[in-house]
């Protein structure tokens, strides 16, 4: 069963974009994921088809009209995929959360513009608001080809290599350890010996030392979840010999 992705969007000339490449793009000719786009201009009012109006209580900007949204919504009939508004204001998007929307049927965007959407909308259409990070996007698209891109490359066979997927930054909450390849010396500095012993143990546990000291060093809130994940799982441990 495909994974399958609507976009609402004023710019449907802005996808599949960097999502037609690579992996992502072989995964869609072969069937693994869909993607469609919405143009919320359709639903706009009017001769103008207008989509958006001047913010009551006033101020600068306009806001998109909660009507507008709505009809584009519900031009996708019902659906058990989570309808997903890219808001700076939403739950700030992760691995964790990239890995439970691979685990659905698929995915709507919304992308907002200006200064976004009539709250209304946001509530009545039981929208999740997911933000890729603490800054202001011109629009929600590029947030919401981040989020797609993200969750995507999760699905089985979508990614060669599924090994590759299960030891990177953040699968096991710790920031990946430091990658070499060839040559094995350039400009005068050598690969670390450890990586050329062959002996997989000493390897393993050189990455995962590795893995810990630049977490600590560069995330220290990632860092203090993985402490903190630790001591949980030995005090379970702890019980199960009690
Ligand atoms: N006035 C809003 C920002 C509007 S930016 C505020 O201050 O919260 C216009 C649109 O870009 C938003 O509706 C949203 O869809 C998108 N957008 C901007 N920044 C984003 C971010 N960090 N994450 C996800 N979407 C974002």
Known sequence: MAFDVSVITLYPEAFPGVLDVSILGRARRDGLWSLDTIDL????????RQVDETPAGGGAGLVLRPDVAAAAIDSLGPSERPLIYLSPRGQPFDADMAATFARGPGMVCFCGRFEGLDERVIEHRDMIEVSIGDFILAGGEVAAQTIIEATVRLLPGVAGNQTSIEDESFSNGLLEYPQYTLPRVWEDHPTP???????????AEW???????????????????YLNGQEIRASETDDEHD
């Not at 990455?207 to 979840?225: C, G, H, P, Y």
């Open 41 to 48: 201009r359709e639903f706009g009012l009017g001769r103008h």
């Open 207 to 225: 990455r995962l030392n590795r893995s810990k000291l630049l977490t600590e060093a560069r995330r220290i809130d990632l860092w203090a979840a």
């Open 193 to 203: 010996d450890v990586l050329l012993s062959g002996d997989h143990q000493k390897i």
